[in-house]
């Protein structure tokens, strides 16, 4: 197509083997709306050895995505090798082991419409066979994104580069993500509010990825514990209060 948005799509990847084709095909079957014009699906290797690289070298022989790699460990690293190529004016972050929409992409535009709109994050889900209590965490982690962006100043704002929407003009202006082994995706943000005040935050139920990993609410947790921790590394960055919690809570067991 032409005359519509050009889109990067970027995927780092590391061991991922196991799920990386459903997330290719995932990306090969969207539905593009007019608004969106070129597409491309860069994919950056981080030193795979479990055959990762065979599959999508595969897809980048028939022309369907470019294989990219990075030799500096860690997902951000990767991400900014594909950021200093891509020729995107919107670009779109997702992980190995996930699976997007098929509207993904024009969820993604919508929820940029604004010129004010600098970042966009979407709805995560967990597959088909998670726990019970999985699915309860699930409802509580988009509800708590809902609310921390529609409601709360951007000191408590995050965000997840596993379904994540940023103007090329951001990182233009204020830099790539920082290489750290976690939460470089909300130190990304925090550093556009105070670099450039005007930008904002918005969350898409719309934009709806489904993370292949974690079929059980403990192992979740785990990893949210994690981000918890490094995120402290962001002078900024604010954690709900225990009484935020318990509203977002009872909107989440309410259905929103």
């Known amino acids: 197509m032409s005359g519509g948005l050009a889109i990067s799509?970027?995927?780092?990847?590391?061991?991922?083997?196991?799920?990386?084709e459903r997330c290719i095909e995932?990306?090969?079957?969207?539905?593009?709306?007019?608004?969106?014009?070129?597409?491309e699906l860069l994919f950056v290797d981080n030193g795979s050895r479990d055959g990762s690289t065979d599959i999508v070298s595969a897809y980048a022989k028939e022309g369907e995505v470019?294989?990219?790699?990075?030799?500096?460990?860690?997902?951000y690293a990767?991400?900014?090798?594909?950021?200093?190529?891509?020729?995107?004016?919107?670009?779109?972050?997702?992980?190995?082991?996930?699976?997007p929409d098929a509207d993904w992409l024009a969820a993604s535009v919508e929820?940029?419409?604004?010129?004010?709109?600098?970042?966009?994050?979407g709805h995560c889900r967990y597959p088909p066979q998670a726990s019970f209590a999985l699915r309860l965490l699930e409802r509580y982690e988009n509800t708590k994104t809902r609310f921390v962006?529609?409601?709360c100043p951007p000191d408590y704002h995050f965000v997840y580069a596993n379904n994540m929407a940023v103007r090329r003009d951001?990182?233009?202006?204020?830099?790539?993500?920082?290489?750290?082994?976690?939460?470089?995706?909300?130190?990304?943000?925090?550093?556009?509010?105070?670099?450039?005040?005007?930008?904002r935050v918005v969350y898409s139920e719309r934009m709806r990825v489904t993370h292949l990993e974690?079929?059980?609410?403990?192992?979740?947790?785990?990893?949210?514990?994690?981000?918890?921790?490094?995120?402290?590394?962001?002078d900024s960055f604010r954690e709900l209060s225990w009484r935020q919690r318990v509203r977002v809570l009872g909107q989440a067991l309410r259905g929103g």
Do not use: K
């Not at 929820?111 to 994050?121: D, E, F, H, I, T």
């Not at 947790?221 to 995120?231: D, H, I």
């Open 149 to 151: 962006t529609t409601h």
């Open 66 to 75: 470019a294989l990219l790699g990075e030799s500096q460990p860690g997902a």
């Open 9 to 20: 799509v970027i995927v780092p990847f590391f061991q991922s083997a196991a799920t990386i």
């Open 170 to 199: 951001v990182f233009e202006r204020i830099g790539r993500f920082e290489e750290w082994a976690r939460a470089g995706d909300t130190e990304l943000v925090h550093r556009m509010a105070r670099e450039l005040p005007e930008l």
């Open 111 to 121: 929820a940029m419409r604004s010129p004010q709109v600098g970042v966009a994050v």
């Open 214 to 234: 974690f079929e059980r609410a403990r192992d979740r947790l785990r990893r949210l514990r994690t981000y918890t921790g490094t995120n402290q590394r962001i």
């Open 26 to 39: 995932s990306l090969r079957g969207q539905e593009l709306g007019g608004e969106i014009g070129d597409v």
């Open 78 to 99: 990767a991400r900014n090798a594909a950021i200093d190529v891509a020729r995107g004016e919107i670009l779109a972050f997702t992980d190995a082991d996930c699976c």
